[in-house]
């Protein structure tokens, strides 16, 4: 056991020692900056309000941050979390007890189903219900079917675990409207979903208005050290500050967090867009590479990526993957794939592609040099 844990801590330093110094990425990964590296860019993003006082329980900047949250999304208010399990969990035990219903109905594939340890059931008291079990985002004649009344649908969007899935608006809307026809409040675990707005063509408050609560992550697109925020009506916010608190969240101080959080929404959110269009252009060219290689079987999911980030399936084991994107970064200085995983039948294997900043230089030939380099590698 503790051999095991030993070789996987030193392969965990090999794979950041070899992505912080490679020449160049589709990304950078959140395993690779440096204490140091994370403080200088906290000092810098504070440079305009060094005088200002520190928060104390969620004031001060950290009150900024979400007015200007709900200010983005249209939405009345917006409370800060220091994790967005936690918002969600406050956000479904606020919706059960004002519909006195305690049922959620969500994909299986979800945030809270797979990556909560049970806090619906376990902490919330909450049950859940399937919309559906297939590897995609629901349908409105599903959610109009299922069997059992439900207080809260929630919708991930994207749906991470099905290839970063969303649907379109018009079959959003109709989810939306299939919720209400059910007396059900309408959820967005959306902690993407600051990237959606060029597959759906709207702007960030009308997404976001179909919901009557949505959740946005700080870190997960926006590059921020931590947190979350939940919005919604200013009567559900002021409702979640208190199970917040109850919660544990209610921090003593939270400024740095909300600083990082409001330099990404400064220099991250304006360049998503870019990012998704750069991400059509690499899964283009990766889905050429493949064929042109002979590869026996690959799948890009989904074909054209709906927000920046997508799936790349190969017909290898997950470990032989991994060491070649390894290889081909000490020895070329080119970050292509990082760790893969075993994923559906024996002998397949999965990776999630995340194209940023880093990535918006790379050109088709580019794509296809490294992955003529991966490849050779296997």
Not at 74 to 92: H, I, K, R, W
Not at 293 to 322: D, K
Not at 356 to 378: C, I, M, N, Q, Y
């Amino acid at each position: 056991m503790i051999s095991g844990m030993t070789d996987d801590l030193e392969r965990k330093k090999r794979l950041v020692a070899a992505w912080r110094g490679a020449e160049r990425a589709l990304s950078r990964s959140l395993l690779e900056p440096t204490v140091g590296e994370l403080l200088a860019e906290l000092t810098a993003a504070a440079d305009e309000g060094q005088d200002e006082p520190a928060d104390l329980y969620g004031d001060g900047v950290v009150t900024r941050l979400e007015r200007r949250v709900a200010e983005l999304l249209g939405m009345e208010d917006a409370a800060f979390f220091p994790s967005g399990t936690m918002a969600q969990q406050v956000a479904l035990r606020c919706w059960a007890g004002r519909t006195g219903n305690p049922v959620v109905a969500l994909h299986p594939m979800s945030h809270p189903e797979r990556w909560e340890g049970g806090a619906v059931s376990l902490v919330s008291g909450l049950r859940t219900a399937a919309v559906t079990d297939e590897p995609r985002q629901p349908t409105a004649s599903e959610v109009r079917e299922l069997a059992e009344p439900f207080g809260t649908l929630m919708l991930e969007l994207p749906l991470r675990d099905a290839g970063f899935l969303l649907p379109s608006w018009e079959e959003l809307e109709e989810l939306v409207e299939a919720g209400r026809e059910r007396d059900a409040v309408i959820h967005f675990d959306g902690a993407r979903l600051w990237e959606s707005t060029r597959w759906f063509g709207r702007g960030l408050p009308e997404i976001a208005g179909l919901a009557d609560s949505v959740y946005v992550s700080l870190y997960k697109s926006l590059g921020g050290i931590s947190g979350a925020c939940l919005a919604g009506p200013a009567t559900l916010i002021a409702e979640a500050r208190v199970w917040r608190h109850r919660y544990g969240g209610q921090v003593f101080r939270q400024f740095p967090q909300a600083l990082s959080g409001l330099a990404g929404l400064e220099r991250e959110l304006p360049m998503l867009p870019s990012y998704v269009a750069q991400a059509g252009v690499v899964a283009e060219a990766l889905r050429s590479a493949f064929a042109a290689a002979g590869v026996p079987w690959f799948r890009i999911n989904p074909e054209v990526p709906h927000t920046h980030q997508f799936q790349v399936w190969l017909p290898y084991e997950a470990e032989r993957l991994t060491e070649a994107g390894l290889r081909q970064a000490e020895e070329t200085g080119t970050v292509l794939f990082r760790r893969w995983h075993p994923q559906g039948p024996a002998g397949l294997a999965m990776t999630e592609l995340e194209v940023t900043r880093p990535g918006l230089s790379w050109t088709p030939d580019d794509v296809t040099e490294a992955t003529k380099a991966f490849l050779a590698r296997l």
